[in-house]
């Protein structure tokens, strides 16, 4: 710079109201920013409002689905009761693969996913309603579901973090194993529950709601507190979030992983055991492709796959709306096929949604996507 | 991009029109406004060709939002930006850098997973008939990297494989791929060296002699001396002071538009003949090949022990031993007269150690969780009775540490991703401020941190040590290093030369020590 004086040395300040000589007055007057007046409205603008906005979009979502059941079966939905009816009975029928989405919020808000819910849910329900296990009565079949689920949540965990193997691999490898096992175990016939407890919990109303919603709401608001007010949430979040920083906090990071599948494993138990009680019985097929249902709805629920947010709630209504959905083509008389291509429309519009939403800086520099001004 | 198949023609030659001394950027009363935050609240800024023009400003100023606008990154609100006499608003960052305008951002955005070629011409590679020319792009990057002085980094090499400072390298290597009038460098000191800036700074002569405009911003006042031609101040979003001259402005009058006070930017006082404790922190014999070799040292309680070195000499890695997040080879680590786990971080923790680690991004921070979240990161388990936490109390100690760093904004519930990069250092150091930690590491603490921050943060260790805690801390600013340490170790290589009280030393001899290849007393004092 010791060529071109003339551009480099003081030139008379353009702009006159940063005229160095005024600078004085300019520092005294410099007023504070404008957060103050705004900070009101900064939960709802800001960050912690995101989680709030999505979900009350979702509540508009199942509004509108309302309104598209009322205008298309207008003769049943001018029936009150008809409408609670069927209000309960989209909650039940949302209620197993709810409590099986509330562990896999979990385990995708920690940075991993849980291929094998499915295959848990169908092994824990044919274990605990083997000859044997029934003779230990009500509490021996839930216990057995309940250990068989965190089992094979543990040794999915201790793949993931010790083995350090990938969680698609290990959780898709206990797919195809668990079925398997629970294909031996049956010896591939359906197994009839004999116990008349078990079967109550989905025969059972209790005020006029079915037990199977109670037990799927206890399950919410467990897992709500769990993630939002425990330290066990804010290790989830961390753990997912940046694993590197969380490590470097002393957070053990392996054995939270360990944790979260074990946890996934224990929501199948009791999915199991709600499973086993609506059929009856329980076989080696059943709960099929429920991990695609409970991934679907923890995306449509806005948690990001990639780990470190997530709301159970956003969940719980991802898993709403497709039971909603299922219910509407139902009473419609559609076919399942169409509305499995509706089902896969909203997942990604949901993932576009996503993308928008935060992926904004990861789409800076794709280079292809980007249009020139 | 295809239109311009060979845009990946690298050499930073000027563009042939290039006038030295015209101006080539103007912005008049640009506005950017995020929820919540006005950040920048009229800004004027002329900048010409052939010059260094510097930004500063506090932490959150608005410096890094003002360049986002000039790469495309953000839209302005309101106001006028004219490039080359033109009013333009670029759409994205890739109309930004066809225009002519290159940026090395503050958090650095490489593509972990990409080559150090591919990232240097990421969005514009050679191409022909649609393919990307691989040979090509080496040999421009290995070009480009020669002039950076960095021949040695591989342009097939994983960025994810490099260090900070070569990752830092990358980006002003992608900067410098494109045709550019104009560069902007947001903080590229920040992670270099004492000799890396020199480098920096000779790359910067170079192009503004072809008349390339370039806008720099630091928060280290002597650089700007140094490299500067014209300043322009920021505060609260505005410009308080325009096109002062770099070298003769008194620091007085620059840091008082800056802050609107006038801060003492010295180091607090040593406490006098202070009665260290005994020792905390024994290391003895530590080693990971490749990377140190057999460092020895103690740290007392109550004292600050300094270690100088590049970057490179296995500083880092040192610290990140001693805390447990790598396993030495051989040697041990006792805490307290106890030997610590070898590549136990919990373990080192539950001892009482904390490391604020040298990326924040990548090592330190939840961005898109609440500043209270990322400061009790380390310590939420404090505010909790049988697993569940005390919100309340948990954000009440975290707004603690914001008031006595002067995090800005106050309000601890924004997400961390929102902070200006000053702010986020804050936030990754005040984690360990809490209490409850015997012994401190500190890799890089000031890392893009204001004057007047700064200060208070000496002030913050100083008192620290004072309660009793022992801080080991690395800076790459000798003057910090020998303004704020008791205690100093040099360290060349892996290893260390000297050790010495921190008044027998200046910044000369560190610096010879820290670089020479010369005959050096290897024995640690
Ligand atoms: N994406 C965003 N959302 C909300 N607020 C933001 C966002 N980016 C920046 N801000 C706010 O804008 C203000 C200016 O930030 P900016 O990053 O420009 O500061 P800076 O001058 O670069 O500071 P530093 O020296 O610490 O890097 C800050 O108050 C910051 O919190
Ligand atoms: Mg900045």
Known sequence: MTDSPPATTQLPAQSPPVDPAETEAAGAHATP?????????SWWHGDSGEGARRNL???????????????????????PDWVWANMLSILKLASVVGVVTVGMT???????????????????????????????GAGGMIFTAIVVGVAVGLVNGTLIAYGRLVPFIATLAMLVAARGLAAEISDKQTQISQNSTINGIA??????????VYILAAVVIAGWVLLNRTTFGRRTVAVGGNPEAARLAGIDVKRHTLLLYALSGLCCGIAAIMLTAQATSAQAGMANLYELDAIAAVIIGGTLLSGGRGTIIGSLLGVIIFATITNLFAINGLSIEAQNMVKGGIIVAAVLIQQVQFGSLSLFFRRNRLTTS | ?????????????APADTVAGEVVLRLTDVVKTFPGVRAL?????????????????????????????????????????????????????????????????????????????????????PRRLGFVRRGQMARHTRQILGRLGHAEIPPGRMVRALPAAGKQVVSMARALSHEARLIIMDEPSAVLAHDEVENLFRIIRELTAQGIAVIYISHRLEEIREIGDRVTVLKDGRTTAANLPARDTPTRELVSRMTGRTIEYVFP????????????????????????????????????????????????????????????????????????????????????????PEERKSQALLLGEPIYRNVTLATFSRYARFGFIDAGREQAEADRIAESLEMRPRDVRRAVRTLSGGNQQKVVVGRWLLGGTKLLLLDEPTRGVDVGARAELYQVIRQLAAEGVGVLLVSSEVPEVLGLADRVLVMREGRVVRTAQAGELDENTVLDLVMAGSLMEGAPA
Not at chain 1, 33 to 41: C, K, N, V
Not at chain 2, 319 to 329: K, N, Q
Request: hydrophobic share 45%; proline share 3%; with cysteine.
């Open chain 2, 269 to 356: 006082d040593r406490p006098e003949g202070s009665a260290l404790g005994e020792e905390l922190l024994q290391v003895e014999g530590l080693t990971r090949a490749g990377e140190f070799a057999d460092v020895s040292l103690t740290v007392r309680a109550g004292e600050i022990v300094g270690i100088a070195g590049l970057v490179g000499s296995g500083r880092s890695e040192l610290m990140e031993t001693i805390y447990g997040a790598r396993r030495a080879e051989s040697g041990t680590v006792r805490m307290a007269g106890r030997a610590l786990r070898p590549g136990s971080v919990g373990a080192a923790v539950r001892a009482g150690l904390g490391m604020a």
């Open chain 2, 41 to 125: 609240d009229g800004v004027q800024l002329e900048v010409r060709a052939g010059e260094v023009h510097c930004l500063l400003g506090q932490n959150g100023a608005g410096k890094s939002t003002l360049i986002k606008v000039l790469a495309g990154v953000h839209r302005p609100d309101s106001g006028l930006v004219e490039w080359r006499g033109q009013p333009v608003s670029f759409a994205n960052p890739q109309a930004a850098m066809r225009a002519g305008i290159a940026t090395i951002y503050q958090e650095l955005d490489l593509v972990a997973d990409l080559s150090v070629a591919e990232n240097a011409f990421l969005g514009h590679e």
């Open chain 1, 106 to 136: 979990f385990v995708i808000i920690g940075g991993g996913i849980d291929l094998s819910v499915g295959a848990i849910v169908a092994l824990a329900g044919v274990w605990c309603t083997t000859v044997a296990t029934q003779s230990f």
């Open chain 1, 57 to 79: 979009a979702l509540v508009g979502v199942l509004v509108a689905l309302f309104a598209i059941g009322a205008a298309t079966r207008s003769d049943l939905y001018s029936n």
């Open chain 1, 203 to 212: 025969s059972t109303n209790l005020l006029g709601i079915p037990v199977l």
């Open chain 1, 33 to 41: 920013s404008h957060a103050a007046a705004t900070g009101r409205l």
């Open chain 2, 1 to 13: 991009m295809s239109e311009q198949p060979d845009s990946g023609a690298p050499l930073v030659e």
